[in-house]
């Protein structure tokens, strides 16, 4: 019955931010489409500044790296530690109000504070907080930007976070070393952003894909021990085993966590690169390219990204 609760709330909430940015639109009518977009991005920005300021925890990382997959990891530790329903999954403050024991968690892109506050040089908002950066290799997290533009991206998401036109004729290759907000380049710019930021957080914890998928156990223990939360060796093992790639593959296909909204849902069932849960292959940036396009991305990641990350 608590639970029923709950998800009632989040759809409220759900359905309260859409109906404010379609007021929004109906305010602006006749505005520059360049207005509408920069009043929706500073809209966005007062959503995500209320989550930051009451949330005990807050996980930072920019598209299509792995957010997904550690959120379904720490969903089901939690749904095992505290007995919560098999399909939950953890939003922001939805697991904390059925167990109060459990932080309230803030997953985020970091996309739309800066269009509040005017400040796009430091992370200032976050310095009084428990952050944890993860963090991928931003070649493969540019191949798999190029993938969610083009098969699951929503139409308003592309105009507001600076994409090709849908209807485009981007190569991979060209989206991938371009301009736009999806490419090494602006992957690199928001990741060293944060590297030159997180002395000045209160406290910070670096947590990178390819670590997580190379030692899973190890590295959620690390991560649950700077989060605070104190979990027996079988319940992170359970939370390892249910998470894996294989799992979260079939949980898509049989739209087992539907009630996350699109999140976990594949646009188009019969086309693999529709699906959230895609490859999660390391280095497999390397498969869409010529070993001379290689080169050139490689030298590309080498000349702008900082080393606090060693990725080069």
């Not at 070393?177 to 602006?186: E, F, L, P, R």
């Not at 966590?257 to 490859?279: I, T, W």
Request: no cysteine.
């Amino acid at each position: 019955m608590k639970y029923a609760v709950q998800s009632a709330r989040q759809f409220i909430q759900t359905a309260r931010k859409k109906l404010s940015r379609q007021i929004l639109h109906l305010r602006m009518r006749g505005a520059s489409e360049g207005d509408i977009l920069a009043a929706e991005r500073k809209l966005r920005g007062v959503e995500q500044m209320d989550k930051l300021n009451r949330a005990d925890i807050v996980i930072v990382s920019f598209g299509k790296s792995g957010r997904t997959w550690l959120r379904v990891m720490i969903s089901h530790l939690f749904r095992v530690m505290y007995g919560l329903p098999e399909n939950a999954i953890i939003g922001f403050d939805n697991f904390h109000n059925l167990n109060r024991a459990i932080p309230r968690i803030f997953f985020t892109h970091d996309n739309y504070i800066k269009d509040l506050t005017g400040d796009t040089e430091t992370k200032r908002p976050f310095y009084g907080k428990r952050v944890v950066l993860l963090a991928r290799d931003p070649r493969d997290v540019a191949v798999s930007q190029f993938f969610q533009w083009k098969f699951r991206m929503k139409p308003s998401k592309v105009a507001i976070n600076r994409y090709p036109p849908r209807d485009s004729a981007t190569s991979i290759f060209d989206f991938v070393t371009g301009d736009n907000g999806g490419s090494i380049q602006a992957i690199a710019d928001y990741m060293n952003l944060w590297a030159r930021e997180s002395g000045r957080v209160e406290a910070f914890h670096l947590l990178r894909y390819e670590d997580l998928r190379a030692a899973p156990h190890e590295e959620l223990r690390r991560l649950l021990d700077f989060m605070q939360v104190e979990a027996s060796e079988d319940q992170v093992a359970q939370a390892v085993e249910y998470s894996s790639y294989e799992n979260m593959k079939k949980m898509e296909s049989r739209q087992q966590f539907r009630l996350a909204g699109g999140r976990m849902m594949p646009r188009d069932k019969d086309n693999p690169d529709s699906y959230k849960v895609r490859r999660a292959k390391v280095g497999g940036y390397r498969d869409y390219f010529s070993d001379e396009e290689v080169g050139v991305i490689d030298r590309q990641l080498a000349d702008i990204l900082d080393p606090f990350f060693n990725y080069t």
